[in-house]
């Protein structure tokens, strides 16, 4: 039973290109979570989703950033135009339902932008 | 959700108990207190969870006081692979899991 997984591991951009990090929930889970850990800081909520639908978005930047979980396939966490400040680990979860006891969370994608 | 207070580090020799305390003094009835744990690099991974009572399973025990106003994680026997950032958070089932700097235990050998 695979856990939650995360592709690529590391991603290296440059400064105005677009990342795209894909995350695969645990079989049978339809809810995920998007967190980003900037260097020396803790874990900061960005996105919520349910599969087609955004439920919350309060920790997502305004600009440059979004997020999907279509019917089918991975969710998707998009960055546009990349600045250095982008630069973190960013971790994806997912669970069963809403009224969950605890996430399970993938390794991370580590974003650098040179 | 309610704010939790952490020591910002801590040392446990390894073999021994590991006692990471946690105040919560503004938590609400209908809040749990989830502990979680990043070990260097990774995701973080969730170790425990309680509303009133005590809890105790393979990885550790917690303790949460009669008043709900602090609790503590006990690592039994602590190995030098326990070393990690704990994270203690008080969440209502349903909102998001809200992440502070946690406790960096460094177990020595």
């Known amino acids: 039973n695979a856990g939650v997984m995360q592709n690529p591991r590391h991603l290296v951009r440059r400064r105005g290109q677009e990342a795209r990090l894909r995350c695969s929930p645990m079989?049978?889970?339809?809810?995920v979570y998007w967190y980003r850990q900037l260097p020396e800081e803790g874990l900061k909520f960005m996105v919520y989703?349910?599969?087609?639908?955004?439920?919350?978005e309060s920790g997502m930047p305004k600009e440059r950033f979004s997020a999907e979980f279509p019917k089918e396939g991975p969710s998707i966490l998009r960055i546009q135009q990349v600045v250095r400040g982008d630069s973190a680990a960013y971790f994806c979860?997912?669970?069963?339902?809403?009224?969950?006891?605890?996430?399970?969370f993938g390794s991370g994608t580590r974003l650098t932008v040179v | 959700d309610a704010k939790t207070t952490q020591p910002t580090s801590m040392d446990c020799a390894e073999g021994r108990a590991a006692n990471l305390p946690c105040n919560h003094s503004?938590?609400?009835?209908?809040?749990?207190v989830y502990w979680y744990r990043q070990i260097h690099s990774q995701g973080p991974q969730y170790i425990i969870h309680?509303?009133?009572n005590n809890e105790t399973n393979e990885m550790a025990s917690l303790i949460i006081t009669e008043d709900r106003k602090s609790s503590t994680l006990i690592l039994p026997h602590a190995t030098l692979r326990d070393t990690a950032v704990y994270y203690c958070?008080?969440?209502?089932?349903?909102?998001?899991?809200?992440f502070g700097t946690g406790t960096s235990l460094t177990v020595i050998p």
């Open positions: 503004t938590i609400s009835g209908n809040e749990y």
């Open positions: 989703l349910q599969k087609e639908n955004i439920i919350d």
């Open positions: 979860a997912s669970s069963l339902d809403r009224e969950n006891y605890g996430y399970t």
């Open positions: 309680g509303l009133k």
């Open positions: 079989k049978g889970h339809s809810h």
């Open positions: 958070i008080v969440r209502v089932h349903g909102n998001q899991f809200y």
